[in-house]
């Protein structure tokens, strides 16, 4: 399936310079939704996984639909004072400023095996601070899967060695 078709590039968001690929054509499409959860879950063949972390606030549309495709729970990663439980941070850069991701602590259990997984792998900071949560917690990274790798960024050098998989590459 041709994905590309179903994500719209926005000028000049969030701040002037950007292109923002927008996923929401693609999240309107009962056909191609299900087609993207499908191929982004098979990018793991047979692997187990015990949790699905996902990324603020777009990670959290295909995260809970991965996890319950891999009979796995789900985990939100969030801004700072989003999370109502004690919490662990992680601070990162992005590709316009700086920002923190906070965990519950009782997210992820030592031996759990993780999928990692966000709408769009950029400059690789927020993917790194959430592999950084996650192996503070005693979970052991699976994958980092993205729905689109804007790969001229050079993000996944910052989330070596871990694998990563995109549905789309830019």
Request: with cysteine; hydrophobic share 40%; aromatic share 8%.
């Amino acid at each position: 399936m041709d994905f590309k078709s179903f994500i719209r590039d926005v000028p000049n968001f969030p701040k002037e310079g950007i292109v923002f690929k927008d996923i929401s054509p693609l999240l309107q499409n009962p056909k191609v939704l299900k087609s993207a959860v499908l191929e982004l879950t098979n990018f793991l063949g047979k692997q187990k996984i015990d949790k699905v972390v996902g990324m603020e606030s777009r990670g959290f549309l295909f995260g809970p639909m991965l996890a319950e495709r891999l009979n796995a729970g789900f985990v939100p990663i969030r801004k700072p004072g989003k999370l109502p439980y004690r919490t662990l941070s992680e601070s990162y850069e992005l590709e316009y400023g700086t920002d923190m991701l906070e965990i519950h602590i009782d997210g992820i259990v030592k031996g759990d095996r993780v999928l990692i997984h966000d709408d769009v792998l950029a400059t690789g900071g927020t993917a790194n601070a959430a592999c950084n949560l996650v192996e503070q917690l005693g979970g052991t990274i699976i994958q980092c899967n993205f729905l689109i790798e804007l790969s001229f960024l050079g993000g996944r050098a910052k989330i070596n060695p871990h694998e990563v998989k995109a549905l789309m590459s830019y």
